[in-house]
C-alpha cells in the first residue's frame, strides 16, 4: 500500500526538500503541498492524505491549529515537523492530537520511517522529545493522576493495552507481548481512544503514564 502525504510548510525551499525525500522513497506518494494551516486543512479535506507533514509555525492559521482540525474532523494523521525544540509546541501538538513530533534535524531515513509508522498508526516522537517528556512523568506520577472518566469502562485487554501504550511499545510489540494479532491490537487501541475521547495513541501513552497504567505493564 502506498502512503499518502501532504506536506504543509511556509518555505518552498523545505517543502521542496521534503517532498523530494519522501517521494523518492518506496511505498511514499506526496499528493499534496501547504503553505499554511488553513491551506492544509483545505487540501486534507480534498485530498484524504493518509499523513500530512505539518509545520507548527506558519502564517494565518498555525500547525498547532491545523491539527486540531484535521484531527477532530479524522481526515488524517499528522506528523509535526519543525526546526523549534520547545515543550510548548511539544505539549501543544500532542495536545492538539498529532500523532508524532519531530525536529527538522532528522535524518532523511528516519523521516521516511516515521512517516510509514504513523500511516500504520503508531505514534512516533523525537528522542530529544521523549526524555523530555519522561522526566517530566517521573515528576508528575510520584502519586499517579486520578481515574479519568471512561476508564473504568475499559476490559482487562483494554487496560493492557493502554498501559502498553504508556511503556512506548509499538503494534507488534504489543501483540507480542500479549499473544495477540496485530489487526486485534489496532482494534483495541481504536476502542480505547474512542472509550477515553483521546485523539492520538500519544495521548493515550500520556495518560497511562499519568495514572500509573505503564507501570503495571
Do not use: W
Request: glycine share 8%.
Amino acid at each position: 500500500m502506498t502512503v499518502k502525504v501532504l506536506v504543509a510548510d511556509d518555505h518552498s525551499a523545505i517543502r521542496s526538500g521534503l517532498i523530494m525525500i519522501l517521494n523518492n522513497a518506496e511505498g511514499i506518494q506526496v499528493v499534496g503541498e501547504a503553505a499554511d494551516g488553513a491551506a492544509a486543512v483545505r487540501q486534507a479535506r480534498a485530498l484524504r492524505p493518509d499523513v500530512t507533514l505539518m509545520d507548527v509555525r506558519m502564517p494565518g492559521t498555525d500547525g498547532i491549529a491545523a491539527t486540531r482540525e484535521l484531527v477532530a474532523e479524522g481526515l488524517t494523521e499528522v506528523l509535526v515537523l519543525t526546526t523549534f525544540d520547545l515543550d510548548e509546541y511539544v505539549h501543544a501538538a500532542l495536545r492538539a492530537g498529532a500523532a508524532g513530533f519531530l525536529l527538522k534535524s532528522v535524518a532523511a531515513p528516519r523521516l521516511i520511517e516515521a512517516v510509514k509508522l504513523v500511516a500504520a498508526g503508531e505514534g512516533v516522537l523525537a528522542p530529544q522529545v521523549t526524555r523530555r517528556l519522561i522526566t517530566a512523568f517521573a515528576a508528575s506520577t510520584r502519586d499517579p493522576a486520578p481515574a479519568p472518566h471512561g476508564l473504568d469502562d475499559l476490559t482487562e485487554r483494554e487496560r493492557e493495552v493502554l498501559g502498553c501504550l504508556g511503556a512506548g511499545l509499538s503494534n507488534a510489540q504489543i501483540g507480542s507481548r500479549l499473544h495477540i494479532g496485530e489487526t486485534t491490537v489496532k482494534t483495541h487501541v481504536s476502542r480505547v481512544l474512542t472509550k477515553l475521547d483521546l485523539r492520538s495513541r500519544v495521548q493515550a501513552a500520556i495518560l497511562a503514564q499519568e495514572t500509573g497504567l505503564a507501570e503495571e505493564t
